[in-house]
Structures are given as C-alpha cells and as structure tokens.
C-alpha cells in the first residue's frame, strides 16, 4: 500500500512540474523595439511573441514591413535599436525619448 502511494505521489508530482515548464515555455509577452525606418523616421513596434523569441526579435525585424503607431500602411525597418518587454524602459536615452512621444 505504501509503494503505490509513493508511485501515485510522485507520478503526480513529476506531472505537475511538467506542466508548469511547458507553460512557462510556451507563455507569450508583449514587446516593443526602437525601429528606424527605410527613409527616415523612427518609432515603436509592439508585438507580442513568446518569451524565448524576445532576444533574436531584433534581428528577425530588419527588412521587414511592419505597420506604425502613426500610419496605415507597412513600412519598411531599416534598423533595429533596442527591443525590451512593454513594461521595461529602454536603455538608450534616444529609445526613451522616442518612447515618452509614442501615442499607446
């Protein structure tokens, strides 16, 4: 009796932790970067991506048409400055400022 409750114990253990990594594997949060666009002007790109996606963003943006805050229409990015979670502040003083005028 007590080897099945240790089996069911430690059955339902070893199944909760596994849940609990791919939950937070799989759990998705808003982002913003510091974009410069194909012919001048800069601004902010929201996204929301999976948490592991956050570091290579940057890289995966360039070249890439996105739609502004300010535009209908997708524009091209030229250059990616910086990309931090929504609630975190930049760390370049030109992405904070671009930050502060940014209408949410």
């Known amino acids: 009796m007590k080897k099945l409750i240790l089996f069911v ?3 339902t253990a070893s199944f909760f932790c596994e849940a ?9 949060v808003d982002a913003k970067c510091h974009v410069e ?6 601004t902010l790109y929201f996204r929301t991506i999976k948490r592991e996606k956050l570091k290579s963003l ?10 502004t805050p ?8 030229y250059k990616v400055h910086e990309c931090v979670l ?9 992405s904070k400022e671009v930050d502060a005028r940014t209408a949410r």
């Open 70 to 77: 300010m535009s209908s229409t997708k524009r091209k990015v």
């Open 9 to 11: 114990f430690f059955t």
């Open 20 to 28: 609990e990594q791919i939950n937070k594997k799989s759990q998705k």
């Open 37 to 42: 666009l194909y012919g001048g002007g800069e």
């Open 86 to 94: 929504l609630q975190d502040t930049f760390k370049a003083s030109r």
């Open 58 to 67: 940057a890289k995966k943006m360039v070249n890439r048409s996105v739609l």
